[in-house]
């Protein structure tokens, strides 16, 4: 079954440094992959999505990569802000489903001062 | 962007009750909604498709009995969590897409049910 692995463990990183989340998907070869971020008690909110014919993508301070021979993502926020603390999740379509999306668990980033 | 409202936020209900939660697509018309549940620090689960105009599409181990969900207009999906139990406690999430396949997903902002 089609299963998405992000880093369950928190990243702590210094403010204006260059947070770099992972997130790795196995049996399932998607068109596509999006990242949301997600507040607490809040629903997410759409960040990037990157084709699986684009290498890389960027919007403003993000930018993800996708790898489709390593089956892996990579999510980066340079000069982060306290303001991008938050968890941020992958989410890649239902093999076969119409805008049905499978989420990973998320990464918590928290960026210090 | 495109507005999702859900609507109630939070909702506490005694065991045995009903609850309905509702999801409106503010700004544009959606032929199918999605709804989520998601346990506390865990990954958002998906429950069911709901679909205008025709029965809801339900995953693997979601009793359809249970959340039944109904898609009576282009803008209104909802959610009834029947005879609700403390376990049925979540927080529920809707989700909907403007029609074109490959594009963004645009969430309502959640509903915190708490059985008692």
């Known amino acids: 079954s089609q299963k998405i692995e992000q880093n369950s463990e928190a990243l702590n990183i210094q403010e204006g440094k260059t947070a770099t989340l992972t997130c790795n998907y196995t049996n399932y070869s998607p068109a596509y992959l999006q990242w949301y971020r997600q507040d607490p008690g809040r629903g997410p909110v759409f960040l990037l999505l990157i084709r699986e014919n684009e290498k890389e993508k960027r919007k403003e301070r993000l930018k993800v990569t996708f790898d489709t021979t390593l089956k892996q993502s990579l999510f980066h926020i340079t000069a982060s802000q306290p303001a991008d603390s938050a968890t941020y999740l992958c989410a890649l379509p239902f093999s076969g489903g119409y805008n049905k999306l499978i989420f990973g668990a998320g990464t918590r980033l928290a960026v210090h001062p | 962007g495109a507005v999702v409202s859900q609507h109630p936020s939070r909702v506490i209900c005694k065991s045995g009750t009903s609850v309905k939660i509702e999801c409106r697509s503010l700004d544009f018309q959606a032929t199918t909604m999605f709804w989520y549940r998601q346990f506390p620090k865990k990954s958002l689960m998906l429950m069911a498709t709901?679909?205008?105009?025709?029965?809801?599409?339900?995953e693997q181990g979601v009793e359809k009995d249970k959340f039944l969900i109904n898609h009576a207009s282009l803008t209104l999906s909802t959610l009834t969590v029947t005879s609700a139990h403390p376990e049925d406690s979540s927080f529920y999430i809707c989700?909907?897409?403007?029609?074109?396949?490959?594009?963004?997903?645009?969430f309502g902002q959640g509903t915190r049910l708490t059985v008692v």
């Open positions: 709901s679909n205008e105009g025709s029965k809801a599409t339900y």
């Open positions: 989700s909907a897409s403007r029609g074109h396949a490959n594009t963004e997903a645009f």
